[in-house]
């Protein structure tokens, strides 16, 4: 967050220049000449795959010679200015017209055989709906926080008639094609060797109290080695998701938040090793910075110090056993040692009700989990859960929009389409053109043919095209 970015305490007036010493103004920065800078509010360049629609402005054949001499003018060069457009989604009917042939003979005879093209292949037989416009909605429902009721009216504004029941009951077609892949990822997911969970409510509609909605849960898993995020529908807070994910033989690192059910879940499963975020510990001396003493701003200077080695080897693209090296060299267990030393003394000279005195205790309570990192053989746990925090953010996003999911089944439906999306961003490929590229092999797809269906695969067909020089699909 960058507002727990921690900033340099503002000059004493012991520090500033005597009156007869002259201060030094900071140097100017010297005027980038780029392109960003000409095209003003530091935009960047266009994407290199926008389609460009080229617009000749000429001057009249009359005002091609010398007004002063006629002379013919001659051509010097293209002058070329760039300008965005949007264009709003457009309508259109894709109107099948198949030419239906058959045998004379048949004919004669009162028999039809005829012969026609087949229709494209559709995720939905027997719909009024093409694959890439079924996309666009799911993607506008799921990751632009566009629920169906606004959609309906978008679609009416244009003069198209969508109900909203149509778009749920699509939608609910495709999560249940799209379920085996679903499962695909999180088989992927639970041979890795290391996790982040975390989990975020949801509203949903009570079956059994027409009206009024109760709390559920999205739990969610994370696995940077397979590039996968899992999220999984529960009713409760509670162990049930956890366990449920972890076999009673799971092995691996498993990196949360401090919430108290994850000790529980662990004492029942010891394969598993447990680390703590760094960003959860750091975020309460953050409130307590105000007023908290220097005390606060040294333990925040300390835990500054891990977030710039974890930086500076993620810029670098090091291995884990690299991370590993470099977090030795750095002397990553000193600093440690001196953010214990230095959190005790806050806790013993605070009041307990104060935010120092909650947020030392916080951290001390799970120092062992938030050491974890620090260890031998543990280049690849990860300092914070942020990046799973990311991934989460869109339910939120969708819990302000939409307010509530209609009914439990639904729940399961939301954890698909989060869980394609997250995992297409771990991947670094679009959601939407994923599922336009998924959509036509879905619909002849066969149980053998899923592991070719993920987002991970269309990266490697993205990669291979662009390896070729060829446009993204």
Not at 66 to 93: A, D, H, Q, Y
Not at 207 to 234: I, T
Not at 459 to 465: F, H
Request: aromatic residues 8%; proline residues 6%; positive net charge.
């Amino acid at each position: 967050s960058r507002s727990e970015k921690l900033r340099r305490p503002e000059k004493e007036d012991d520090e500033k220049p005597e009156e007869n010493e002259t201060a030094k103004a900071p140097p100017r920065k010297a005027k980038k000449d780029s392109a960003a800078h000409h095209q003003g509010g530091g935009r960047g360049a266009f994407p290199q795959d926008l389609e460009v629609i080229r617009i000749v402005l000429d001057v009249p054949e009359s005002e091609k010679f010398c007004k002063e001499t006629g002379e013919p003018l001659v051509f010097l060069r293209n002058e070329i200015t760039r300008k965005l457009k949007f264009i709003p989604g457009r309508w259109v009917c894709h109107e099948y017209v198949r030419p239906m042939y058959g045998r004379r003979s048949d004919l004669m005879a009162g028999v039809m055989n005829p012969v026609m093209a087949s229709l494209p292949k559709q995720l939905i037989p027997g719909s009024d709906i093409e694959n890439g416009f079924l996309a666009h909605l799911i993607v506008s429902k799921y990751l632009d926080y566009q629920p169906w009721y606004r959609q309906e009216q978008i679609a009416r504004r244009a003069g198209v008639e969508l109900s909203r029941r149509k778009l749920c009951r699509w939608s609910a077609e495709v999560a249940n094609l799209v379920a085996p892949i679903y499962l695909f990822l999180g088989a992927m997911i639970a041979k890795s060797l290391s996790w982040m969970a975390d989990e975020t409510f949801v509203n949903v509609l009570d079956p059994e109290r027409p009206g009024k909605a109760r709390k559920a849960w999205l739990w969610v898993y994370l696995s940077l080695e397979a590039k996968v995020a899992v999220f999984d529908f529960n009713p409760s807070r509670n162990q049930d998701s956890p366990l449920k994910f972890f076999p009673p033989g799971a092995k691996g690192d498993l990196l949360t938040d401090g919430y108290s059910v994850y000790p529980a879940v662990l004492a029942k499963r010891p394969g598993l090793v447990h680390a703590c975020c760094w960003t959860h510990a750091r975020r309460g001396f953050d409130k307590a910075l105000q007023g908290g003493g220097q005390c606060v701003r040294d333990i925040l200077m300390g835990i500054q110090k891990l977030f710039a080695i974890d930086k500076e080897a993620r810029k670098a693209g090091m291995s884990a056993t690299q991370r590993e090296t470099l977090r030795r060299e750095k002397g990553v267990q000193a600093i440690l040692d001196d953010l214990h030393k230095q959190m005790t003394a806050a806790k013993g000279s605070s009041l307990p009700q104060s935010r120092v005195h909650k947020a030392a205790d916080y951290a001390l309570d799970r120092w062992k989990e938030l050491g974890v990192f620090a260890q031998p053989g543990k280049g690849h746990v990860e300092l914070s859960t942020n990046i799973l925090e990311n991934n989460i953010r869109p339910v939120a996003l969708g819990r302000r929009n939409c307010l509530f999911i209609g009914h439990p089944k639904a729940g399961k439906k939301s954890a698909i389409f989060y869980s394609i999306f997250a995992t297409c961003k771990l991947c670094g490929v679009c959601p939407e053109k994923y599922l336009h590229w998924l959509f036509p092999k879905l619909a002849g797809a066969t149980n053998q043919m899923y592991a070719t269906l993920l987002p991970h695969a269309y990266a490697a067909e993205l990669k291979a095209a662009a390896d070729k020089g060829e446009p993204d699909g």
